[in-house]
């Protein structure tokens, strides 16, 4: 019998979530605690999403399979057995034909980049802090770019293990995420209606390659504030090399929000 797992996970202390020997992964913390709490020698996952290190998950989906009794007090029992890190939310019954990667129709990521002067301690891990000026119009001129099939060798790492390379896109676009207000500006309570201190980057495609989200941040960040072209964004596109792109944002600003089925 097929099982779904519906996750969510602070990737800050992991090597990303596929097993790595000798390294901390979500998978081998969730297999882990599914061996132990079924009483077996061991489980194997398969997840809709493989997240790189220090990525976070707020609706990862994995599935297993295992015909045997599934306890009611499975989601307690593998809480108490991952770290506090991982938040294992729901274990349901499948069809038959599940498999959380293969049966996935869509994956939206959120990506967060901290924009206020200073740095925000609450936004470790989080965020990913610019000190630079940027043009929010020429962001959102990108995020319109990418709307449709493209193909996105260039934000994807050389040394891949990709073959297809087209990918389609959805939705994208930048939204602001409001600060709570100041407390020392008024008496009443926070309602979250302060300054834009964050903007997000949302995106849903049908799938994304290896470090795809966070080159195409990188790459639009480069766009806002001047240090290249609009019109060079749309040429990589076309199917340009990874050298052509920009860098590569850090892993703790994105997070894997859903997956459609």
Do not use: K
Request: glycine share 8%; with cysteine.
């Amino acid at each position: 019998m097929i099982w779904r797992l519906d996750i969510e996970y602070d990737g800050t202390p992991f090597r990303g979530w596929a097993r790595q020997e000798g390294e901390p992964t979500v998978q081998a913390e969730v297999e882990r605690a599914l061996a132990i709490a079924l009483r077996v020698d061991s489980v194997e996952t398969v997840v809709a999403g493989r997240t790189d290190a220090g990525v976070h998950a707020l609706g990862q989906v994995a599935s297993f399979r295992f015909d045997g009794s599934i306890p009611d007090t499975i989601v307690r029992s593998l809480n108490g057995l991952t770290s506090r890190e991982i938040a294992i939310r729901s274990v349901t019954a499948a069809a038959d034909d599940f498999d959380a990667r293969r049966s996935a129709r869509s994956r939206t990521y959120c990506y967060r980049l901290l924009l206020r002067r200073p740095d925000s301690p609450f936004a470790h891990g989080r965020a990913w802090w610019l000190s630079r000026e940027i043009d929010r119009g020429l962001l959102d001129r990108c995020a319109a770019a990418i709307l449709g099939e493209h193909d996105f060798t260039a934000f994807t790492p050389t040394d891949t293990y990709h073959s297809r390379f087209r990918r389609q896109i959805r939705s994208a676009r930048w939204v602001p995420e409001r600060a709570l207000d100041d407390p020392g500006e008024q008496a009443a309570p926070c309602t979250g209606t302060g300054p834009e201190d964050f903007l997000q980057f949302w995106v849903t495609g049908d799938s994304f390659m290896r470090s795809m989200v966070r080159i195409l941040v990188g790459t639009m960040i480069d766009v806002a504030d001047g240090s290249r072209s609009i019109e060079d964004f749309h040429r990589l596109l076309e199917g340009a090399e990874r050298p052509g792109a920009g860098m590569t944002a850090p892993a703790q600003g994105l997070f894997l929000v859903s997956v459609g089925y």
